[in-house]
């Protein structure tokens, strides 16, 4: 009996697990809307300049709308090209939804200036792995008169044929212009291009460098 008697009298204290609104307890978090780009430079504008060499200035007019179009439309950046100065100037705008967009889009109109087609250079827009890597060909070997004429066929084959072998198998895209060489892919296959048109300036024969290529492709395709 006196043990149905003290379970009977036994009260539970049911503790909420709401936290108590007393004068003493911590205030709610404050919530913070994301700064925007003009925000985050204290509202200052940011430019940028690209020139434009004299031969490009003619390719650059017939696809200004596809140069203007998703930098204006996307990424959200002023552009207008002065023809005083021959340069094309970018500029943020309030509601430039990152700062990065700026730099980007410099480099999209820089890689179209060197030679690389708007459609392969707006990659550099939607990637950010993507970058153009620059060299000469006295770099790699000082070469001159008819040598200098037969390294830059080498690099570009009849008809082009090693380039496009080179640009397909390592996912790059490549411009041979004068003994200026540009390359535009992800850091590791611009290393692979690089090696394989080095070979060909130092004179290896475009069938070695054939084989060498399959070689690494089949190995960077295993690790991926």
Not at 9 to 30: T, W
Not at 98 to 125: E, R, T, Y
């Amino acid at each position: 009996m006196q043990s149905n008697e003290a379970t009977t009298s036994m009260e539970v204290e049911i503790v909420s697990s709401e936290p108590k609104s007393e004068s003493g307890s911590l205030p709610s978090k404050p919530k913070f809307e994301p700064l925007k780009a003009h925000e985050i430079s204290d509202g200052r504008v940011q430019f940028r300049k690209v020139s434009v060499p004299p031969h490009r200035y003619s390719p650059l007019k017939k696809v200004w709308m596809e140069i203007y179009t998703p930098i204006y439309e996307q990424m959200k950046i002023d552009v207008r090209m002065n023809l005083k100065a021959r340069k094309v100037e970018l500029k943020t705008r309030p509601d430039t939804p990152d700062i990065s967009n700026l730099q980007k889009c410099a480099d999209f109109v820089h890689a179209f200036m060197l030679g690389f087609d708007v459609i392969d250079a707006i990659a550099l827009l939607r990637m950010d792995e993507l970058f153009v890597e620059s060299f000469e060909i006295k770099d790699v070997k000082t070469l001159k008169g008819e040598h200098l004429s037969r390294a830059i066929g080498r690099l570009s084959g009849k008809g082009g044929k090693t380039k496009f072998a080179i640009e397909n198998s390592t996912r790059t895209r490549i411009v041979i212009a004068d003994t200026k060489i540009h390359i535009l892919g992800s850091f590791a296959n611009i290393k692979i291009a690089r090696d394989s048109l080095c070979s060909l300036i130092l004179g290896s024969p475009a069938g070695k460098v054939y084989s060498k290529l399959r070689a690494v492709t089949a190995r960077l395709a295993e690790r991926f």
